[in-house]
């Protein structure tokens, strides 16, 4: 069994800062990736950012310059630094988390409650 458990959304008004956090915990074998993703009501689920084990980044177009993801494999654990917030990110932010339970086993998608921001002009 995998837990991904989130943590660090809350209000904030706009040009402020918010620190998510994600760790995942149970049966891993190794981890080949983890992102961050986000939906408003009313619209698609989009990748915000993610990081693979190599530790290359991809970003989406409108948090570039202003987020930043980073990993601590030691601990089965991303953030996301987000910086000069602005009311259009506001969204319910999940976390993703792709691996290997166990040696023998496939990769396996595993996916966080979701975690609130939001973002008061």
């Known amino acids: 069994q995998v837990q991904v458990v989130e943590s660090g959304g809350g209000l904030v008004q706009a040009g402020g800062s918010l620190r998510l956090s994600c760790a995942a915990s149970?049966?891993?074998?190794?981890?080949?990736?983890m992102g961050w993703y986000r939906q408003a009501p009313g619209k698609q689920r989009e990748l915000v950012a993610e990081?693979?084990?190599?530790?290359?980044?991809n970003y989406a177009d409108s948090v570039k310059d202003r987020f930043t993801i980073s990993r601590d494999n030691a601990e089965n654990r991303v953030a996301l630094q987000m910086n000069s917030l602005k009311p259009e990110d506001t969204a319910v932010y999940y976390c993703?988390?792709?691996?290997?339970?166990?040696?023998?086993?496939?990769?396996?998608?595993?996916w966080g409650q979701g975690t609130q921001v939001t973002v008061s002009s």
């Open positions: 149970g049966t891993i074998f190794s981890i080949n990736a």
């Open positions: 990081i693979t084990n190599p530790g290359t980044t």
């Open positions: 993703k988390v792709v691996l290997r339970p166990r040696i023998l086993s496939g990769v396996r998608e595993y």
